[in-house]
Each structure stands twice: as structure tokens, then as C-alpha cells.
């Protein structure tokens, strides 16, 4: 079981980037999928999670809310997450984890993505 994260980088405000969650040796279609971050200095947070492809559930962290989509890619087994109109407040490092279910506790972490928004 891996999960590998993607897609990170440097961005100026108002720019976009799109982050990557590639499952490996098992179908990610099953789990439900969860990006967290962390800033330096600051707790991680959570920032958006979808459920597994036969329930379509998902949820956005407040300030992201309207700026980020996360999204299954079935044919890649993997999720993405479109970030536009970054803020320099969401500079941090992007992890992507997986639950058994949608709202439960998360049981594997991928390494992480850095993500810097910077003029």
C-alpha cells in the first residue's frame, strides 16, 4: 500500500496548482481520501476530503472553500486536488491520506507535497 503525493511547487497569489494522490497496490475508489497540510509553525489542518466513488460525498475546509476541488481520477486511481487563486496562506505541506470510510479515522498518510505561494 502507497499513496504519493504530487504536483506541488512555487506559485505567485492568485495562481493555481493542481496536487496529485496516486494509490498503489490497492483501488482507491474504495477508500475515502483526505488532503491535510501543515504551515511552519502552525497545527496541520485539514483541508478537503471525498468519500469513497460510490457515495460522492465531500467536504472543504472553510478558507478553501470556492477555491479548491477535489476530484477522483479513476482511469490514474488516483484524486486530485485544483487549488486557484492561491493565497500565500496556503503555503504549507500537502499530505494525502486515506480512511476506511468517509469521516473516520485516517489510516495510512502519504509523504507529502510542498506547496509555497510567494511573489
Known amino acids: 500500500v502507497q499513496l504519493q503525493a504530487s504536483g506541488g511547487g512555487l506559485v505567485q497569489p492568485g495562481g493555481s496548482l493542481r496536487l496529485s494522490c496516486t494509490g498503489s497496490?490497492?483501488?482507491?475508489?474504495?477508500?475515502?481520501v483526505a488532503w491535510f497540510r501543515q504551515a511552519p509553525g502552525k497545527e496541520r489542518e485539514g483541508v478537503s476530503c471525498?468519500?469513497?466513488?460510490?457515495?460522492?460525498?465531500?467536504y472543504y475546509e472553510s478558507s478553501v472553500k470556492g477555491r479548491f476541488t477535489i476530484a477522483r481520477d479513476k482511469t490514474k486511481n488516483a484524486v486530485t486536488l485544483q487549488m486557484n487563486s492561491l493565497k500565500p496562506d496556503d503555503t504549507a505541506m500537502y499530505y494525502c491520506?486515506?480512511?476506511?470510510?468517509?469521516?473516520?479515522?485516517?489510516?495510512?498518510w502519504g509523504k507529502g507535497t510542498l506547496v509555497t505561494v510567494s511573489s
Open positions: 491520506t486515506k480512511a476506511p470510510r468517509y469521516g473516520s479515522v485516517v489510516d495510512y
Open positions: 471525498i468519500s469513497s466513488s460510490d457515495t460522492g460525498k465531500s
Open positions: 497496490g490497492f483501488p482507491l475508489d474504495d477508500f475515502s
